[in-house]
């Protein structure tokens, strides 16, 4: 399971992950990020890995308890949780 494993680092990591079996619930935040989500979700079944996605922000409690359960419902169980999902700020020159 991979939090914020859209694109960036947390896609490269699903990528990495896939290529050598592992089973991802990739998850995303938006909209604005789905078309990411997507594309590494198409990679990543292409490599031979099963995956879905979840969306949801998860600054919302309720929605990480939720991205756990569709990971134990989806594959039985969790062995490895990736949190990538962060902020990026940009200073002003």
Do not use: C, W
Request: hydrophobic share 45%; aromatic share 6%.
């Amino acid at each position: 399971m991979i939090a914020g494993g859209a694109k960036n680092l947390g896609g490269l990591l699903s990528r990495d992950f896939a290529a050598k079996g592992a089973k991802l619930v990739i998850h995303y935040n938006s909209e604005h990020s789905k078309s990411d989500a997507e594309e590494t979700l198409a990679v990543v079944k292409a490599a031979g890995a099963e995956a879905i996605l979840f969306q949801a922000d998860l600054t919302n409690i309720e929605n990480i308890s939720k991205l756990f359960d569709t990971a134990v419902l989806q594959y039985g169980g969790i062995d490895i949780a990736i949190n990538t999902v962060g902020k990026v700020l940009k200073k002003r020159s």
